[in-house]
Structure formats: C-alpha cells, structure tokens
C-alpha cells in the first residue's frame, strides 16, 4: 500500500520524473501496480544524480512495456486471486525472433522521431534562399 | 493448481541478477542494489526480477523499517530461495562445465 505522507507534490524535473515512474506503474497489471509503485518510488530515492534518477524513470515505463506484454499473453485475470499469489506469471514461448514486440515496437517508435528529427534539423539548417531581383526603371 | 513451472530464461543480464545474488545467497537486495552490482538497467532489471519471483527463485518482501523514521520510503527485497540458490548453482555449474569441455 502505497504511504500518502510521502507523495508529496515535486515542482520542476523531480515532478516529471515522479510522473513518469506513477504514471509506468499504473500501466502494469492492476494487483502488480501499486507495489511497482512504491517499489519503484523507494529505489529512485537511492538514485542522487539527475540523469540516473531520469534514467530510472524511464527504464520504469519500459519495464512496464515488458511486464504487460509478458503478463498478456497468459492471458491470466487479474481478478483470479491464485494469480496475485505470485503477483506475475510470465509468458516465456511466443518468440518474435531476434526482437521482442516491446522492443520492435521501441524500434519502430525511435526510428520515426529519429526520422522527423532529422527532416526537421535538415529543414531548418539550409532554409530555402529567396533571390529578389529589382528589374530597372520600374 | 499445479506445480509451479521454475523455468526461466536465461539471458546474460538474468545470469547477472543471479550471479549478483549468489554472492552471498542469504542476503536480502532492493532493486537498486542489483543495479549497483550488475548495472543493469531499470527496465531491463524489473521485468527479470518479477520473472524469477514468479518462477519461485525469488521471494520479495517489504523491508521492516518505519518510513517516518528512517526518513525514506521502504523498499522492497529480494532474496534467493533454496530452489532458486539450488537451480542457480546448477545453471553455473552447466555453464563451467561447458566451458571447460
């Protein structure tokens, strides 16, 4: 269970970050989500520099990404209590080959902003020169 | 219900997590001492933690600290249990042999 005294409100970066690490643990199966939760908030406060306490948050969300299609394909209830016994049950045979779906799916996702990144900064660096010519007596 | 199925993958950062464990088996580590040892990274950790919890090689438990007190939230251990200790050793044990063969 989740302490309310210590969900205080964080302005700025640490707000986002706390965002992001609540926000991953909600998309986790409902009996995993609030353990995640604190389990996840408990270990950030190990974490002292900023990157790792961003790297954490991030690696939080794609956890979450892994548990959930692990956790899909059993296609177990979360309402079955033997179930969140364990609180997991893995989902080891589907194989998609060389990438997992997440991380296919992460591909996927990083290609595409790599893709718009790189046509905006090309866009933006050579802007298009418009040639003015004055023609003479008018 | 049947007998728990203690299969797991065995993947590189798996045998980390584990190797990092049998250091000393009767220890008890948070996620972020794993990452400390093994520098695995958080969304690669958890989803293995959680997989050999689920196949009975770990057990988890809160830590018994009192939050106010301590001045931090509390964590969440992970321990090998003796069919864990027992199959990890004999993952290791497979892999020496196969290296040394």
Known sequence: MIRRGHRAMHPGPEG???????HAARGAPDYLSSRLEEEWLADLESRSSALSRVRLACGCCWATVVIATEYAGTGVSTT??????????????KNFGYFSLGAGTLFLILGL???????LVTTFSNPASIE?????GR | MGRKDTKVRMSLQTLRVLEAFLENPTLQLAGADVHQRCGIASGTL????????????????WESVDPSSAGRPRRRLYRLTSTGLRLASEVFASFNRGLLA
């Not at chain 1, 986002?16 to 609540?22: D, G, K």
């Not at chain 1, 902003?113 to 046509?119: D, E, I, N, P, V």
């Open chain 1, 132 to 136: 003015v010519t004055v023609l003479p």
């Open chain 1, 113 to 119: 902003h790599a893709a718009l990144f790189s046509g």
């Open chain 2, 46 to 61: 958890y989803p293995i933690l959680l997989r050999l919890e689920s196949a009975g090689w770990f057990v988890s438990q």
């Open chain 1, 16 to 22: 986002v970050i706390h965002w992001l690490i609540r």
């Open chain 1, 80 to 93: 079955v209590p033997a179930a969140a016994v364990r609180g997991y049950v893995p989902r080891t045979e």
